[in-house]
């Protein structure tokens, strides 16, 4: 005499809700996308949009003209980072050891020339820049705090950038 099956076994309901489970993660969960920026981005919102968005230390490099930019954040892999906006630099300077605008070159990433490359801290702060933008224009792109500022020219930009020193606190400490 054969006996009649009439249930499941204890295995076989779970391998069922398993599966359903399986089926209902893959079907209802909505992957993490970043959310859309409804505020466009100005160039002297650039270092608050930055300084909002990146977390740790890291530098953004841009390429291709400013239209392709990576965030290297010591990952094997650089992350591709897509900024709404086309920057248009021509050159970038920093201020020497005798406060004089020196022009930078940054070299080559992914074989491609390096148009911008912004260092950005645990702390929050970025590298204090001057962009010189198409249509002669110069944005200073301050370490700490606020937004990049337009000048006519560099000598206006670098006059600006040692104004923000001379009020800046000269202790470390003090912006912790």
Not at 141 to 163: E, H, M, T
Request: some cysteine.
């Amino acid at each position: 005499m054969q006996q009649i099956k009439k249930g499941f076994t204890l295995f076989e309901l779970l391998i069922v809700i398993l599966l359903m489970g399986l089926v209902v993660f893959f079907v209802f969960s909505t992957p993490s996308v970043p959310k859309t920026r409804t505020e466009a981005i100005t160039l002297e919102t650039l270092p608050k949009f930055f300084r909002s968005n990146l977390q740790g230390y890291g530098e953004l490099v841009c390429i291709n003209k400013c239209s392709s930019c990576f965030y290297l954040n010591g990952s094997i892999k650089p992350q591709s980072f897509s900024l709404p906006l086309q920057l248009k630099i021509k050159n970038v300077y920093i201020l020497d050891r005798s406060d004089n605008a020196q022009k930078i070159e940054y070299g080559r990433f992914k074989d491609k020339k390096v148009c911008l490359r912004l260092k950005h801290y645990k702390n929050g702060s970025i590298s204090q820049e001057i962009l010189e933008l198409e249509g002669d224009k110069f944005l200073f792109i301050p370490a700490y705090f606020g937004n990049g500022k337009v000048f006519d020219s560099l000598n206006d930009a670098q006059n600006w950038w040692l104004r923000n020193m001379q009020i800046a606190p000269q202790s470390r400490g003090d912006w912790y």
